[in-house]
């Protein structure tokens, strides 16, 4: 077969293989949007039960691209071990310790060298689910005491799904060791499993309709500094900006990806996150003040393109450029 031949036959698989995917997007995100509608007032009522996440590292170790949490453009940060216990103990007092589920994580969870110490400050303040969630890739690595404390207090390791090479068999090992549980989220990811998020650097989209479709609106409750948010987005924007507001002061912006009208728009490269997108755990009342407040959209909520949602995508390492976020 000729040079020219075998080309046109790989670029032919490649369009193929792209169409597929295309398509396979279109009926996830139909059928997902389609949920997401007829499910929306009663994912935005009120909670009854507290739930939230937290990020005990602002940095990870894998660095994936388009990262949810920015971590992967992240400086290095650790909780204070003080400020978390002081925010677990106001949450805790208002919510009666009464948890749906609490979810430790970061970036990467492990990285922080006192992940044992914070597990036991979670279980101190609350009698509902714990979970660590992990990438994974330190899991071998941790000591006698950090799986000492996930035993004592009852701590769930969650790893998420991530096409890296993971010595499951040893974890798995440890665990029964130790007497943890652990849930492997899927050890068989494909690479083509990834998403993305895009934003709209310019605050033009719809908040009402974007609510509506949202699948972490009032789920993925985000705990930051004595502050709760609806989602992670409003507390962790500021990873965002000082990545690229420090590099660049405004970014030139392409239409080759269809997210923007026109070639060579520059915009600016801010995502605005104010008070008015968390609520403050130390003035609120009582937990029912939270509770309302989490089930409403917030003015963040003008930057996500939750139309646009990327599902299906390849995953791969973040080479940190803005593209991987608009
Ligand atoms: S593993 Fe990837 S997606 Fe998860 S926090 Fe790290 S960089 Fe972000
Ligand atoms: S900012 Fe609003 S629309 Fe965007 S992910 Fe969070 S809750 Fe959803």
Redo the contacts with the bound molecule.
């Keep these: 077969m000729t040079k020219t031949k075998r080309n046109a036959i790989i670029e032919y698989m490649e369009q193929k293989k792209g169409r597929v995917v295309k398509i396979r997007q279109f009926l996830y995100t139909s059928a997902s949007f389609f949920y997401l509608r007829i499910t929306a007032n009663q994912r935005l009522k009120p909670r009854k039960r507290l739930r939230f996440e937290t990020d005990v590292t602002d940095h990870?170790?894998?660095?994936?691209k388009s990262?949810?949490?920015f971590?992967?453009i992240a400086d290095q940060n650790f909780v204070e071990t003080e400020v978390f216990e002081k925010d677990f103990a106001r949450i805790s007092q208002l919510a009666g310790r009464n948890n749906e589920n609490i979810d430790i994580?970061?970036?990467?969870p492990l990285l922080h060298p006192e992940i044992s110490t914070l597990l036991i400050i979670a279980r101190k303040y609350f009698d509902g689910p714990v979970n660590i969630v992990t990438?994974g890739i330190l899991l071998e690595k941790m000591n006698a005491f950090f799986w000492e404390s996930c035993r004592k207090n009852n701590i769930r390791i969650i790893v998420?799904s991530?096409p890296i090479k993971l010595n499951v068999k040893r974890i798995k090992e440890l665990a029964k060791k130790y007497s943890v549980t652990l849930k492997i989220r899927s050890i068989f990811m494909s690479k083509n499993s990834w998403c993305k998020l895009p934003f709209d650097l310019n605050g033009k989209q719809c908040i009402k309709e974007n609510s509506k479709l949202c699948i972490t609106i009032n789920k993925c409750i985000f705990l930051k500094n004595g502050r709760l948010s609806t989602c992670c987005l409003p507390l962790v924007a500021d990873r965002f900006n000082n990545y690229f507001c420090k590099n660049t002061e405004t970014v030139t912006v392409s239409s080759r990806t269809g997210n923007f009208a026109h070639s060579g728009l520059v915009v600016s490269t801010a995502l605005e996150a104010t008070d008015d997108d968390s609520i403050d755990i130390y003035k609120a009342k009582n937990i029912g003040e939270i509770y309302e407040f989490l089930s409403k959209p917030v003015p963040f909520c003008r930057y996500c393109k939750i139309k646009s949602w990327e599902i299906g995508i390849e995953w791969g390492v973040?080479k940190k450029e803005i593209t991987e976020w608009i």
């Design positions: 990870c170790n894998l660095n994936c990262c949810h949490h971590s992967s994580m970061g970036g990467e990438n998420s991530y973040s």
